[in-house]
Each structure stands twice: as C-alpha cells, then as structure tokens.
C-alpha cells in the first residue's frame, strides 16, 4: 500500500414567577409523572454523557455529529478565512466554531474506504458533495439523506463547499454507521436518496397544543410510509425494527414515545436544548438516554427548543471487528480487507483530485453509477 493511500486509511480511522389555576395544574401534572415515573423506573436503562463521536449500541457501530458555523466562502468556495493555526488535514479542534476535518482547502472528507456496513447521512443544515470510485456523484443536503451500503467495499469523498459568498454556510448533519450481518458485509455497494420531500415529518400536540415533530427517516410511526432503505440493508428487514428519527420538541412539549420491540436496542440523544424530563427523570444536555424498548416513555421539552436523536434496532448478534474504516466479522477478514483495498482500490478512482466538489450552481441532485440522474421535485 503506497504513503498516500495508508494515510487515507488512517486518516478514515481517526474519523459534535407564575401563579393560579394554570400553575396549579401543571404542579399537579408533575406530580402524576412522578407518581408513574416512580410505578416504572426501568423505562430507562442507563444515562451517559456524549463524547465525540457517539457509540450508539447493535446493529449501529458509531454516530458523529458535526455542526460547523463555518464563514462565507470565497471564488473557489473555501472559507473566506484565515486557515492558519488549524491542524490542516487533522482538524477537529472547532477553532472559531468550525473544522476543515481531512480537508485541506475545502473543508470535508476526502476519498477514504469502507467495507461491511452501511453510512446514513442526515444533512440538516446546509449541503454536501458526494463523489465514489464506482463513477457515482451527487450533491444533496438543507433536510435530505443519503443511505449508503458500503458491502463490499467503496471508496469515496464527502465534501462541504462554502457555496455562499455574502454570508456564513452553516452545515450541521449526523452521519450514522449501521453494520451489516455476515451474509450481506459484501453486497454489491449502492447509495440510496431520501429528498427531503420524500421523508415523513409529523408534527403531534398535546393537551396544551405545544408541538413535537418527528421525522421518520427510517422505522414506522403510525401509519406513515418511509422511502426504503437499500435492498441489502439491515434496515431493509421487516422483523429488525430499525429506526432513525429526529424529534424536536417545542419549549414544554409532552409527548408519549410509543413502545418497540421486545429484544431492540434503543437510545435517545439530547444533543440540543437546555432541559428535558424522560419519564419523570431530568436529563441534563448532551447525554444518552437508553431505554427499555417495550416501555411507552413520556418525553418532556424544557424551557427552549429540544432537539432529539433516536436510533433503535434489533442486534445483529454476530462478532463484530472494525478496524478505522473496515468492519467485518473477523481479523483475517479484516487484513482481507486492506489487501483488496491496496490491490483494487475498490473500483479505482475517477475523480481528478481526491477533494473534488461541484460547481457552485449545481444545485441537488445524485447520479448513480448506471448513469442515472435524479434531482428533488
């Protein structure tokens, strides 16, 4: 394996006073979810401060968020900023709110392997330039998803081009890493799109009329339908009760977590707002909330907008290895795993650079490896 391409690797592997009636009732409100908090303390199995990135349990290997206020771009849409000071290639310091990570010039993720499992990336805020050694490309982002299984074996490049020149380009996402079981760690790889318009947003209110809104990017919640998953995904399963959804609660918002299946592994993130109760117990800011799945579970806002992560699953109850960008079911297949990658290169690379983006004015769209185009309606 050359300088460069090991560098890639390791590189992938290091990788955010009231008064009265109205008072009265809410004490007595508290006093009922207290009472039935202390009927059922097991609806929360255990509660740990998040690091970065987070570990989320079986079938999810890992969990990053990034939340960048990055500046206003300039001609080539890098920062319009001074880079000095800043690990370049290794950023991940947060210096003036924001990291270049594996980038040089423009901030992002340069070509990098995978194999054995699946990345889902939830762009919230902002955009993302995806380019892969099948040929495939894309620019997507400001509420879509990409799903992509790995299997066995891709390489390829995510980008965050400063797009605006007036003004600053926050970019917030998760990227989520879901495994895959034995049968399916070398499944032809392929990458799904979930435009924004195409995900399930519902918004619930309570007694009070305050809202909660849940998008469902994957799993079931009422009778909603979600775009599929992959074909060879784990999520892709009807018996495996995945799901990733995002909850935000307005400042007091109740809302009851319906239950899930007997045997799934499930946690809640609180990684945005400064008060949450989950089941009558307060949680403080940036923690993990695991949960017994079979629980309903009343979910509580503080006195600002909560923001949520829920990720939930049946485990895949296999042994797992992962070594940075690999995760397989054995050593042997891992050091497989880098003789494939020095020998293939998982398809090659053909891309004129291994940071490349798009030009300004693309807009979103994906081109798939067949040839396929699709934008967003």
Excluded at 153 to 177: C, D, T, V, Y
Excluded at 345 to 369: K, L, Q, V
Aim: aromatic content about 8%.
């Amino acid at each position: 394996m050359s300088r460069r391409d090991a560098l890639k690797v390791i590189a992938a592997a290091g990788a955010s006073a009231t008064t009265g009636c109205t008072r009265v009732s809410e004490k007595r409100e508290e006093a009922v979810v207290s009472q039935k908090a202390a009927q059922a303390p097991d609806a929360i199995l255990g509660v740990n401060a998040l690091g970065f990135p987070w570990r989320p349990p079986n079938p999810f290997l890992f969990c990053a968020h990034h939340d960048d206020s990055y500046p206003a771009g300039n001609e080539r849409m890098e920062p319009a900023a001074s880079l000095a000071g800043r690990n370049l290639g290794q950023d991940f310091e947060g210096k003036d709110g924001w990291r270049m990570y594996h980038g040089m010039t423009i901030p992002g993720f340069p070509s990098h392997p995978h194999r054995g499992f699946e990345t889902i990336t939830v762009v919230r805020r902002g955009l993302l330039d995806h380019f892969d050694s099948l040929g495939a490309t894309g620019r997507f982002g400001d509420g879509d998803v990409q799903w992509l299984t790995a299997g066995g074996g891709i390489l390829h490049a995510e980008m965050f081009p400063m797009l605006k020149r007036e003004s600053p380009n926050p970019l917030e996402l998760f990227q989520i890493w879901l495994n895959l079981p034995l049968e399916d760690k070398f499944a032809p790889p392929h990458f799904s799109m979930l435009w924004r318009d195409s995900i399930p947003r519902l918004v619930m209110r309570d007694e009070a009329g305050r809202t909660t809104q849940v998008t469902v990017i994957a799993g079931r919640l009422g009778e909603q339908k979600v775009p599929a998953p992959p074909p060879k995904s784990w999520a892709s399963r009807p018996d495996t009760d995945v799901a990733i959804w995002t909850i935000t609660l307005s400042p007091g918002a109740r809302w009851t977590l319906p239950a899930a299946m007997r045997g799934s592994n499930r946690s809640l993130y609180f990684f945005r707002g400064s008060g949450l109760r989950v089941a009558g117990r307060a949680i403080s800011p940036s923690h993990e909330i695991q949960l017994r799945p079979e629980a309903e579970v009343l979910l509580e806002g503080g006195p600002d907008e909560t923001d949520l992560l829920l990720l939930q699953g049946r485990p895949i109850n296999e042994p797992i290895v992962q070594y940075g960008p690999f995760v397989m079911n054995s050593r042997e297949e891992i050091r497989q795993a880098y003789a494939d990658f020095q020998q293939t290169r998982f398809g090659g690379w053909p891309w004129p650079s291994d940071d490349p983006t798009h030009p300004r004015e693309a807009g979103r769209f994906a081109r798939h490896a067949d040839g396929r185009t699709e934008r967003p309606a």
